[in-house]
């Protein structure tokens, strides 16, 4: 939802509809701060990964059943 976000509010009034992208972009594109935009990335990276291990854990246990 990157581009969503940051075309219509840019993180919006007081950062309330920042999200960990948006804090990614923003540090490595706009503050050249690239190695913090690259932590936020993997961060994000691993919140993903996470999510999809526990989706894939309890679809399987969904077709076995």
Do not use: H, K
């Not at 219509?8 to 503050?31: K, M």
């Amino acid at each position: 939802m990157l581009d969503i976000i940051l075309g219509l509010t840019n993180g919006g009034p007081a950062n309330a509809t920042q999200t960990l992208s948006i804090r990614s972009y923003q540090e490595s594109f706009v503050n050249f701060e690239f190695g913090v935009g690259a932590a936020f990335s993997n961060i994000l990276i691993l919140i993903s990964l996470v999510f999809a291990v526990i989706y894939l854990r309890a679809n399987r246990r969904a077709v076995d059943e």
